[in-house]
Every structure is written in structure tokens, then in C-alpha cells.
């Protein structure tokens, strides 16, 4: 739904739907990216802890990285290091978690996102760190209207 709404505001650009191919199946039934996007989409099926789709000049992961600890987000970070071109970007939507002992939506999110997966949420510290072991540096974050942030990444 994310990038087909990209797609909608951006009518110059393509996309690529990466993910494991249950995923795709079920976008593909649902229509999400059908109609008048139909040409602008290619789907493809991935696993990012093998490998990234190479080709694109921007790369977007929502809730991503999140669901992993950092040995793991790590090797996801690696392998879109690998395809991002030098003069590209890797844009993450994730939850920041506050410096210090703030309340968030972000907090009860880390506490439930670690029971379901082992995963976590992260500072912006975290992220830069997270991003720095991968290659990338981190450029600047982006608020949206929901708790989330879009993190822009580019590469060392």
C-alpha cells in the first residue's frame, strides 16, 4: 500500500515490490498495485538476508530493520549497501526510539516487537551506529504524521 501511494503522488516513477513471495502473492490479490499502476510495478521475490534486488536509485524499508537485533539488521543493511549506487539512498520508516527516559509509542512497540521476534526499536544513535557498520551514513530524518520517522541514509 505504501509504494503504490508513492506511486500515485510521483506519476514519473517506477517501483519495485521486493519481498518473499507470500508476500507478493498476497499483493497481488489484494490489487494493491493493479490498474493504472500495473506498468509501473514490477514484483520481486527476495529474501534480504540473502540478497537485494540491484537497479534501483532510492531503496525504501518500512518496519524492517525493526524486527530484527543488530547482528541480524545488520546483514539486511549490508546487502542493500551492496546495490545502493554511490549517488543513491536508502530511506528507512521506522520508530525512533527518545534519548533518555521519555515516553513513546516507540517503548511499548521495542517491548513487543522483542517478544515477537527479538527484534528492537532504536535511538537515532542506534540507527547511526547500525548504519555506519553497514556503509551508510546517516543524512537526515524526516517526521511523519504518525509516530513514525523516514531515516535518510546515503552511502559512505
Known amino acids: 500500500m505504501l509504494l503504490a501511494s508513492i506511486l500515485r503522488m510521483y506519476p514519473g516513477v517506477r517501483g519495485v515490490l521486493a519481498d518473499l513471495p507470500h508476500v507478493l502473492e498476497r499483493a497481488q490479490q489484494r490489487d494493491f498495485l493493479g490498474g493504472e499502476l500495473e506498468s509501473r510495478i514490477a514484483m520481486q521475490p527476495c529474501d534480504f538476508f540473502r540478497e537485494v534486488p540491484p537497479g534501483c ?72 551506529d547500525l548504519l555506519a557498520g553497514a556503509g551508510f551514513r546517516f543524512n537526515q530524518v524526516y517526521p511523519t504524521s504518525a509516530d513514525f520517522v523516514i531515516i535518510e541514509t546515503m552511502p559512505a
Open 57 to 128: 536509485q532510492a531503496y525504501f524499508m518500512k518496519s524492517v530493520i525493526h524486527d530484527w537485533d543488530d547482528d541480524r539488521a545488520h546483514e539486511i543493511l549490508v546487502n542493500c549497501r551492496r546495490v545502493v549506487p554511490a549517488d543513491g539512498a536508502l530511506l528507512l520508516v521506522e520508530w525512533a526510539l527518545p534519548e533518555g527516559n521519555l515516553p513513546s509509542v516507540g517503548k511499548v512497540g521495542d517491548v513487543t516487537i522483542l517478544v515477537l521476534t527479538g527484534g528492537k526499536e532504536r535511538t537515532f544513535q542506534e540507527y547511526r
